[in-house]
């Protein structure tokens, strides 16, 4: 998948979808550097059922009575069929040049067909195979076709550039997304990217809609995406299964609806202590919601928080951010909570709701109670170290605001940050934090 995912948050805005739940940026880090996002619980069809709809997908047909067709014959120095071959097949199997080439690719990347000595024969590959083999085989399909979009595999250049969003973004929308709020993501998502010209945005808008139709033309032969009744698209089962496996190769949280169920009727020091070792995901807060008054779980939530260490207030935090005003009861309660007032104050801001402001030294407080967060985390999410911009200045900042783990978040700092300017002041503030420390105990 591309590094750049869309903003779902925005793009939800233009989908009359109310019951989509746009991904959130998660608790894990991904494998890489860009953010790891939480996607929306997926019902998947049994292995069984997905693995006998995989010779029917038309490329994987195609592939396999091309490799019928092939029998043995020399390539060309490229590994594809000559001229005159590759005519001949594409008007045997009517199909384009371009979409006989993926078929080729795939034919021959999947080991239908094998490639020796400039010359092309049948593969170790067979179709008759296991559930699990057949899947791994769609699995391979999948990314053939998926990384042809750094060589245009559909045609339009913008469409390949935001082609794995635009899965994503389809795959958090069950229902199906219309073709006209998928370009208009698409543009968004370019515009903020690439930062085009006026003329080029109006050039793209206008070419955009008949590129998009013949790019999901394409995605439906290759067995991902369909029409609804409505007309909108979505992912096929076939896709829905592909996309939530890229999605977790890059590190993304894509739960189905079974993992997330297994935390539902949790007690909220349970749930809370399960984020905290990593057994669960931030994808298993919304079903956990459902089956509690909001208001009911606001209040285990903040008793938790309150005499908890900074790893529970964060994860306590997290779950609060899904609630909206209706939790606000238990929530300015918190307000009179030392640990939490912070807290309380800024979930009751962010709602428009009345609160005390925060000061500078609060936001400081604040920003070390979230690294100390990282002291209690098991899993991926112990190693993330993320903090703010302007690090330093930070930095110098935290020994003032009285916070208990402030000796261990700049020791932190100063063992774990890849700047040696954040890692030297870590350790002068560390230095004064003792001090300070020694002087009060004095």
């Known amino acids: 998948m591309a590094n750049n995912v869309f903003d779902l948050a925005e793009l939800r805005k233009l989908i009359d979808e109310q019951a989509a739940v746009p991904p959130r940026q998660a608790e894990a880090a991904p494998a890489?550097?860009?953010?790891?996002?939480?996607?929306?619980?997926?019902?998947?069809?049994?292995?069984?059922?997905?693995?006998?709809?995989?010779?029917?997908?038309p490329l994987v047909a195609d592939a396999i009575r091309l490799t019928a067709w092939t029998g043995e014959r020399a390539v060309g120095p490229d590994g594809h069929l000559g001229e005159s071959d590759a005519a001949a097949?594409?008007?045997?199997?009517?199909?384009?040049?371009?979409?006989?080439?993926?078929?080729?690719?795939v034919a021959v990347n999947t080991g239908l067909l094998r490639i020796t000595a400039g010359r092309a024969a049948?593969?170790?590959?067979?179709?008759?195979?296991?559930?699990?083999?057949?899947?791994?085989?769609?699995?391979?399909?999948?990314?053939?076709?998926?990384?042809?979009?750094?060589?245009?595999?559909?045609?339009?250049?913008?469409?390949?550039?935001?082609?794995?969003?635009?899965?994503?973004?389809?795959?958090?929308?069950?229902?199906g997304v219309a073709t006209a709020n998928l370009a208009r993501g698409i543009l968004q998502s370019h515009e903020v990217a690439c930062a085009?010209?006026?003329?080029?945005?109006?050039?793209?808008a206008a070419a955009l809609p008949a590129e998009l139709l013949e790019a999901l033309s394409l995605l439906t032969y290759c067995g991902l995406v369909e029409q609804t009744p409505a007309g909108r698209t979505a992912l096929t089962p076939l896709g829905v299964w592909a996309v939530r496996?890229?999605?977790?190769?890059?590190?993304?949280?894509?739960?189905?609806?079974?993992?997330?169920?297994?935390?539902?009727?949790?007690?909220?020091a349970e749930l809370v202590e399960a984020l905290v070792k990593g057994t669960a995901t931030q994808s298993a807060v919304a079903g956990w919601l459902e089956r509690r008054p909001p208001e009911?779980?606001?209040?285990?939530?903040?008793?938790?928080?309150?005499?908890?260490?900074?790893?529970?207030?964060?994860?306590?935090?997290?779950?609060?951010?899904?609630?909206?005003?209706?939790?606000?009861?238990?929530?300015?309660?918190?307000?009179d909570e030392p640990l939490l007032r912070r807290y309380a104050a800024s979930w009751l801001h962010i709602r428009d709701l009345p609160a005390p402001s925060l000061g500078s030294e609060d936001h400081t407080w604040l920003a070390v109670d979230s690294l100390a967060a990282l002291l209690h985390l098991s899993g991926p999410a112990a190693t993330r170290l993320d903090p703010p911009e302007d690090l330093v200045k930070l930095v110098a900042e935290m020994p003032a605001v009285g916070h208990p783990d402030t000796i261990a978040v700049l020791d932190l700092l100063a063992r774990r940050h890849d700047d040696e300017s954040v890692a030297k002041a870590a350790r002068k503030a560390a230095m004064k934090a003792r001090s300070l420390q020694h002087t009060k105990l004095g």
């Open 32 to 57: 890489d550097e860009h953010e790891a996002l939480t996607f929306p619980p997926v019902l998947l069809a049994s292995d069984a059922e997905l693995a006998r709809a995989v010779p029917a997908v």
């Open 89 to 105: 097949a594409a008007a045997r199997f009517g199909l384009s040049a371009a979409r006989l080439r993926l078929v080729w690719i």
């Open 122 to 175: 049948r593969g170790p590959l067979s179709m008759q195979l296991t559930v699990e083999a057949t899947l791994e085989f769609w699995d391979g399909v999948v990314m053939d076709v998926l990384d042809r979009a750094d060589e245009g595999l559909t045609g339009s250049a913008v469409v390949d550039g935001h082609l794995a969003e635009m899965l994503a973004t389809i795959y958090s929308v069950r229902s």
């Open 196 to 204: 085009p010209g006026a003329a080029e945005m109006r050039r793209l």
């Open 245 to 268: 496996r890229d999605l977790l190769r890059e590190g993304h949280d894509a739960p189905t609806a079974e993992e997330v169920e297994v935390f539902a009727d949790l007690s909220a």
């Open 296 to 335: 009911s779980a606001a209040r285990d939530l903040v008793a938790i928080a309150a005499t908890g260490t900074a790893g529970q207030r964060g994860a306590v935090g997290a779950i609060l951010e899904e609630l909206g005003p209706e939790a606000e009861a238990p929530v300015r309660e918190a307000l």
